[in-house]
């Protein structure tokens, strides 16, 4: 799907509890594949897309900002409407630069699916986009009274902005259960970390950080309703050593960031490793 800063494609595992006859799946994950495939082309271009575009998306799907990715993979799949409709979940990995550093991450992000003439086709839907500091739905309109009583600053320079939404974010509680997990260097292992979301509203989680040899993570949700939990599985085998030629040996100490939007909260969790 495309998306501002966090579009990302996924590993193709079907929730089920209702099975997808195979053939409608088979399709769906074709489609899926040939629309983010044009994603990891340096010469991606709009048109290559607009195929695999439902047509009352066709004119978002042009406006919408779009980036490359080095790779994506499926997550779940969740059928609806008899198997017409799906939410697939895309992992995409992406190199970013933060704080002068290159950093590989990969972020997952819900993509919709409906069959339109007989082809499985992407769609926005209008509820998608965050209308509210924590995507809520349209508020109702103020009354007269209410906006009257609106503060208005007088200081709108970007510091006083940065400033004043920063202690917003410092009333949104949530976070996570631990800051640090340690797994012994030559025994195979597992940890889990616990993200609370104290906020009303629904915010989206990734992990990133370096890869590192034998280790894989995830999450059991992306998306988190307000006040609820996700789980985040750290699961480390040394004898693996499938992955990324350039991971990181499982030595010392390593740091994940647990990153909550749209806020773009970031909460460190350090994976120690320890020979013994």
């Given at each position: 799907m495309i998306s501002r800063s966090?579009?990302?494609?996924?590993?193709?595992?079907?929730?089920?509890?209702?099975?997808?006859?195979?053939?409608?799946?088979?399709?769906?994950?074709a489609r899926v594949t040939a629309f983010y495939q044009n994603f990891l082309e340096t010469s991606f271009t709009p048109r290559k897309g607009e195929p695999f575009v439902a047509e009352d998306t066709k004119d978002y799907y042009y406006n919408a900002a779009k980036e490359t990715y080095i790779s994506y993979r499926f997550g779940t799949i969740t059928y609806s409407d008899n198997f017409t409709k799906a939410l697939v979940v895309v992992i995409g990995k992406q190199e970013r630069h933060m704080a002068g550093q290159s950093m590989i991450t990969e972020f997952p992000q819900d993509t919709r699916w409906k069959v339109e003439n007989g082809k499985w086709c992407w769609y926005h839907h209008a509820e998608d986009e965050c209308l509210t500091p924590m995507c809520g739905k349209t508020p109702p309109p103020a009354t007269a009274e209410e906006r009257a009583a609106v503060f208005k600053p007088k200081d709108t320079s970007p510091a006083a902005v940065r400033s004043a939404g920063l202690a917003v974010l410092r009333d949104q509680a949530m976070g996570v259960d631990k800051a640090t997990v340690t797994m012994s260097a030559d025994q195979p292992g597992?940890?889990?970390v616990v993200f609370?979301?104290?906020?009303?509203?629904?915010?989206?989680?990734?992990?990133?950080?370096?890869?590192?040899?034998g280790l894989k993570r995830s999450f059991d949700r992306t998306v988190v309703p307000g006040h609820g939990k996700a789980v985040l599985s750290l699961e480390f085998d040394p004898s693996d050593q499938s992955g990324d030629k350039d991971a990181w040996d499982p030595k010392g100490s390593i740091q994940l960031r647990v990153v909550a939007d749209p806020f773009n909260r970031i909460f460190p969790v350090t994976v120690q490793f320890v020979a013994k």
């Open positions: 966090s579009l990302l494609f996924l590993p193709l595992l079907l929730s089920a509890q209702e099975q997808a006859p195979p053939d409608v799946d088979q399709e769906l994950r597992s940890a889990q609370t979301n104290g906020a009303d509203g629904e915010v989206v989680i990734g992990v990133d950080g370096p890869p590192v040899k």
